[in-house]
Every structure is written in structure tokens, then in C-alpha cells.
């Protein structure tokens, strides 16, 4: 009977030791909260993020990435990187510029662009600037500046909710 109970015992422990290595380290289910990545995400739907890839890989451009809010780390938002360290970044009546050139956003909806401009910023080193696909909906670095590297902590990859969107992220 001990025998027993120890191994039920060490195998709970391995699970949850494997269980907190991976969502440390590689994976971890994401609700998204508002409206601010349509039409790609909507509210409510859920996402796994990639915690593991930016280990390897560096942050891109385009990237949609999981981070805490840098006015609040206790909260988690979801928004499109536009531009990376060195670059420099600009709005102008809706369109989005990096480095001067104008960035093509085929993920954008006409209706969801606020045609506002915003002068140009240049992006520090060790920070992002990211923006929400819903333009007219988002809280993001027009508001409240770039985020710190640190602070983002994973890359939205797959959606398994609702399952009628079941999926890989792009």
C-alpha cells in the first residue's frame, strides 16, 4: 500500500513539474479580452502563446505578441509589433510608415482604420512599438508609448477556441 501511494505521489510530482516547465517556459493558453485585434482575434476567443520561440528567434515585425501592459504588468494585452528597435515610426492619416516607407497591412479593415496621424517616434533600443489591427478600438503604443522587450513574454500562434476558428495564427 505505501509502495503505491509513493508511486501515485512521484507521478503527480513529474506531472507537476512538467506542467510548470511548460507553461514557464514553453506554452500557455490566452483569453483574449476586447476587440482590439479584429478582424485576426475577436473577445473571448482563446489563443496558445509561444513562449519558447523568441529564445531562438528574435521579435519581427508583423509578429502578434502576448506582453504585460507596461502601465500595469499585472495585465495582459495582444497586439501586432509595427516596429523594432532602430526604427522609426509614423501615422500618417491612417497609413503606417517604418523608416519613412509605407508598410502594406493587408490584416487591416478600411472600417477599422481611424485615419488619424501621429508624428513620427523612434524606437529605443530594447523596445517595441505595437499597435491593434481595430485602430478605432485600441489601446496601444500611440497611447502609452513602446514596450520593454522584457516585458513580452510570447507569440500568439494557434487558436483552439471557438473550434469553428480552430487554427494557426498568421
Not at 500562434?157 to 476558428?165: G, H, I
Request: aromatic residues 16%; contains cysteine.
Amino acid at each position: 500500500m505505501w509502495r503505491a501511494l509513493w508511486e501515485l505521489v512521484h507521478d503527480l510530482s513529474v506531472a507537476v513539474l512538467f506542467c510548470f516547465f511548460l507553461i514557464t517556459f514553453v506554452a500557455q493558453a490566452f483569453r483574449v479580452q476586447g476587440t482590439s485585434m479584429l478582424p485576426l482575434l475577436d473577445d473571448s476567443e482563446r489563443i496558445i502563446v509561444n513562449k519558447f520561440i523568441y529564445r531562438f528567434h528574435s521579435i519581427e515585425r508583423g509578429d502578434v505578441v502576448v506582453f504585460w501592459y507596461p502601465k500595469d504588468p499585472s495585465v495582459s494585452f495582444i497586439k501586432r509589433v509595427v516596429a523594432v528597435p532602430g526604427d522609426s515610426v509614423e501615422l500618417r492619416r491612417g497609413a503606417l510608415y517604418v523608416n519613412n516607407a509605407r508598410v502594406e497591412e493587408p490584416y487591416l479593415l478600411p472600417q477599422f482604420n481611424d485615419g488619424e496621424s501621429h508624428a513620427p517616434v523612434d524606437v529605443p533600443k530594447g523596445y517595441y512599438y505595437v499597435l491593434g489591427d481595430h485602430r478605432n478600438s485600441s489601446n496601444d503604443s500611440r497611447t502609452w508609448g513602446e514596450v520593454p522587450e522584457k516585458y513580452i513574454y510570447g507569440k500568439a500562434f494557434f487558436r483552439f477556441w471557438p473550434l469553428a476558428k480552430f487554427g494557426l495564427i498568421h
